[in-house]
């Protein structure tokens, strides 16, 4: 089939990569639209040597800038139809500005979200620094006139109010700094073996007093193969605040059994958060012998703790229709 050569440089015309064709001793023979438009002049006809830059007549491939705003990647083809009269070459012109230019935009946009994040981190660092110092103070003298202050004394409920806010204050700001490390922290490797079974164990013998508070019975079911790699200091607190939340949903008289089971890549740590979990799901129970305290930040720091570990944080429901809160965590 013989093919119109109009309606074929028409077609190439509408290419938006530039094509310019040589004959074996270098002339031009044709050149689309977008040759014509990156060159700035009409090239058919003339030597190649006085189409192109120079550099591009003697090189393979390379870069050219032939304007300030524009530049051009090309590169040579091997000879077309070698050994007939209608040998030649082909040079193949893509324009690189805008992609050059997204290039140089995301990289400012980089500097500046560094900028951001290391001074959001130094905000943080500097706030909570600046706070503990005075909630730690408070907290010490409420609980010295808490020893002094005691029922009937109409000051004894304010005191005890003051000295119980104070530590809520202090579990906050720990949380806070915690999620500042964690976000500022450089990845994680490898990691340590941890065992949840031992985690859990560990967890749960710390809050027991503020289960026996809360009037909550506190019982653990993990496989004992249970293992995860990761840093065992932020597992354990992950399971912490796990507990705590479930503790700050739980009615009194409550089961709360904390799970360790095996999934198709890992492992499923679940805390129960019925009765009053509605409404106490974005709150935490920072350890306590008095009871159970709440803050906002806990599920914040599960998360921070379940994403460095390459897991997901998520809301289920067990096989008799509760609701509980599971860790995702790769085995």
Do not use: Y
Not at 169 to 189: F, K, S
Not at 220 to 240: M, S
């Amino acid at each position: 089939m013989t093919v119109d050569p109009e309606l074929l440089a028409a077609a190439l015309d509408q290419l938006g990569t530039g094509l310019l064709v040589t004959s074996a001793d270098g002339t031009v023979v044709a050149a689309n639209q977008a040759t014509r438009d990156l060159l700035g002049e009409q090239a058919t006809g003339k030597k190649v040597g006085d189409t192109v830059a120079a550099a591009m007549a003697a090189e393979d491939s390379g870069r050219w800038s032939p304007r300030p705003g524009l530049v051009v990647e090309w590169s040579w083809s091997g000879p077309l139809l070698p050994g007939t009269p209608h040998e030649g070459r082909c040079l193949v012109l893509r324009d690189v500005s805008h992609r050059i230019a997204d290039r140089a935009r995301l990289r400012r946009q980089n500097r500046a979200l560094a900028e951001l994040v290391a001074m959001k981190a130094e905000f943080t660092a500097a706030v909570s620094h600046e706070l503990r110092t005075p909630v730690t103070s408070i907290a010490a003298m409420s609980e010295l006139l808490g020893e002094e202050v005691t029922e009937p004394d109409p000051l004894a409920v304010p005191v005890a109010a003051v000295a119980r806010n104070a530590q809520r204050l202090l579990g906050l700001i720990d949380n806070v700094t915690e999620l500042a490390r964690i976000e500022n922290a450089a990845p994680a490797g490898t990691g340590e073996i941890v065992q949840l079974e031992r985690i859990v164990a560990e967890a749960l013998a710390g809050w027991t007093g503020a289960a026996k508070a809360a009037a909550v019975h506190l019982t653990a079911h993990a496989d004992p193969d249970a293992t995860v790699q990761g840093e065992r200091v932020l597992l354990r607190r992950l399971v912490d605040a796990m507990i705590g939340i479930g503790l700050a949903a739980a009615e009194p008289g409550a089961l709360l059994t904390v799970g360790v089971t095996a999934t198709g890549s890992g492992w499923r740590v679940t805390v129960p958060i019925g009765g009053r979990g509605g409404d106490r799901l974005f709150t935490s129970s920072p350890l306590t012998g008095d009871g159970v305290r709440h803050d906002s930040t806990a599920l914040m720091l599960c998360r921070a703790i379940i994403a460095r570990h390459g897991g997901r944080l998520t809301t289920d429901t067990d096989p008799e229709g509760a609701t509980v809160l599971a860790a995702h965590l790769p085995g």
